[in-house]
């Protein structure tokens, strides 16, 4: 069933979980979360960037959701809009059925955040449609997202909740260390935990987000690298640092870069092993149950969502 965050996140604050924000940006991609979702008994958020909805067109995203909905009736399932840049971009896709969108105002200055966010909650809300917002810088590049780390912050918990207070999103994206793409980290992985429990004092009743949060599944890039890809010192999050994000009040953590790998490694092996391959089912297939099989580690061993419907 297609719903907005609302229910969601105020089971997983209450119980202790976090839901897995995924990104799509074609079929298979969507059949595998899904299907995760479905044998998990998983709540689940399918999301796409403004980039996904330039490749994918929107009409047929929300199509291919609404086949997914069909076939998962008793999965809880919401669209939202990830890293919308505008007001335009976030109302395109109110009016197109989404049921959540966020609009990341980060890279303004904090009084232009608080302005446009509340532009877009205004409007969102008259729709019945959640609000996610940003606040702090997280480093790296995705789709339209390109923060140098020197640019990078951390969320300022005082900050955040006069933010709340005056925007009136519905849930907030901070920053306590962990950045987008498939390069998070140099050295030793490290996520401020103390700003964390600080936010969650402050604005214990806003569900809390974590962008940038793939874990670069080692053995992912291993098999990509094995079948031909240049992707040395590729690092991302620790399953054991997100397990314990959703386990502090974190409720929602996204996941894109291990979605890329895992359809990458899936469609390379069979290229490489079978060289006269060129039916798109014969490598989109076994990419796409290399998708299905990481997102249910996610749902199962790491995010805690399993058996939550």
Excluded: W
């Amino acid at each position: 069933m297609l719903v907005t965050t609302k229910d969601m996140f105020e089971k997983s604050m209450k119980e202790g979980f976090a839901i897995g924000a995924f990104n799509v940006n074609n079929m298979e991609i969507v059949q595998a979360i899904m299907d995760a979702a479905a044998e998990n008994k998983s709540p689940v958020i399918l999301q796409a960037s403004s980039s996904a909805i330039k490749y994918a067109r929107i009409g047929y995203l929300m199509k291919m959701v609404e086949a997914a909905v069909e076939e998962h009736p008793e999965v809880p399932v919401a669209i939202h809009l990830d890293h919308g840049p505008d007001f335009e971009t976030a109302k395109m896709c109110i009016d197109h059925g989404f049921t959540s969108v966020m609009i990341d105002g980060s890279k303004y200055d904090f009084e232009e955040n608080v302005r446009l966010t509340k532009q877009v909650v205004d409007y969102a809300h008259s729709k019945g449609v959640v609000v996610e917002a940003e606040l702090g810088k997280l480093a790296g590049i995705e789709d339209d997202v390109n923060v140098a780390a020197s640019d990078a912050m951390y969320t300022d918990p005082a900050q955040a909740e006069e933010f709340v207070k005056r925007t009136g999103c519905d849930s907030l994206a901070i920053a306590i260390g962990t950045s987008h793409g498939a390069y998070k980290f140099k050295g030793e992985a490290k996520l401020r935990f103390d700003i964390l429990k600080e936010i969650k004092e402050r604005i214990p009743n806003t569900p809390i987000v974590l962008h940038g949060a793939s874990t670069v599944i080692p053995e992912l890039v291993e098999m990509c690298n094995k079948y031909g890809a240049e992707l040395p010192g590729a690092k991302g999050v620790p399953d054991e640092m997100l397990k314990q994000a959703s386990e502090s009040g974190v409720s929602k953590i996204n996941v894109d870069t291990d979605l890329r790998l895992a359809l990458t490694a899936g469609i390379r092996k069979v290229l490489v092993e079978e060289p006269s391959a060129f039916d798109p089912r014969k490598y989109l297939t076994p990419a796409r149950e290399l998708v299905k099989q990481t997102v249910s580690h996610k749902m199962k061993d790491v995010f805690g969502s399993s058996n939550k419907i």
